[in-house]
């Protein structure tokens, strides 16, 4: 089944924490992103890359990086998680641009620092 | 710089009405535009996505959108809701032209279906 998949699915820490969240997909997509959504904010991009070794920031990349060392995955790292970062992630892929292609998106990841 | 304004946080229906979810975007080229949807804790579905091809797109569950350049509006609409059509809904634009290859989503509207 194609599919976009994360890890974990909710996840609760303390400031301070390093964390990864993983993302994976099975379609052979060029271009993936994650975005962060919080109510009344809609989802917020922050990061995405074009294919492997290429990443970029994109609206909230503050607090975050990424790596795409293989094509099928995009961790999320918080090398120092606080508790603004609380929120639901979600990770996407595409065939290419995000503008032109449908994006598939994963179940999402609900994150809490305390 | 492009944005997105879905003008109604919550819309509240009765089963077998019509839907109207109203979204104005802002952007400097010519956008693609999109409707996704998610479902209470599920990720997000694409419904339909306007690339400059006609300006009336169909989408699926039976939803379609109008690309009005002149009004910068792209409202997506339904003849007879569902309760299955329960969820949230944005509208995203991508404005190719700034070269970033992002989207921007609006803030989100509540679809509520009474039965």
């Known amino acids: 089944e194609a599919q976009v998949t994360q890890n974990p699915r909710y996840l609760i820490t303390v400031t301070g924490k390093k964390l990864t969240v993983t993302c994976s997909q099975n379609m052979n997509h060029e271009y993936m992103s994650w975005y962060r959504q919080d109510p009344g904010l809609g989802l917020r991009q922050i990061y995405y890359?074009?294919?492997?070794?290429?990443?970029d920031k994109g609206d909230v990349p503050e607090g975050y990086k990424v790596s795409r060392k293989e094509k099928r995955n995009f961790p999320l790292i918080l090398e120092s998680p606080s508790p603004n970062q609380t929120s639901l992630y979600f990770c996407?892929?595409?065939?290419?641009?995000?503008?032109?292609?449908?994006?598939?998106f994963g179940p999402g990841t609900r994150l809490t620092v305390l | 710089a492009q944005s997105v304004t879905q003008l109604d946080s919550h819309v509240s229906v009765s089963e077998g009405t019509p839907v109207l979810l109203r979204c104005n975007y802002s952007?400097?080229?010519?956008?693609?535009l999109f409707w996704y949807v998610q479902h209470p804790n599920k990720g997000l579905q694409l419904l339909l996505k306007?690339?400059?091809?006609?300006?009336l797109v169909k989408g699926i569950n039976g939803f379609e959108a109008e690309f009005k350049k002149s009004e910068t509006s792209f409202h997506l609409t339904k003849p007879s809701a569902h309760m299955s059509d329960a969820a949230e809904y944005f509208c995203v634009v991508s404005d190719p032209g700034t070269g970033r290859r992002a989207l921007t989503f609006g803030s989100g509207t509540r679809l509520q279906v009474q039965p």
């Open positions: 890359s074009m294919n492997v070794e290429v990443t």
């Open positions: 996407a892929s595409s065939p290419g641009l995000a503008g032109v292609y449908e994006q598939f």
């Open positions: 306007y690339t400059s091809a006609a300006t």
């Open positions: 952007s400097s080229y010519s956008p693609s």
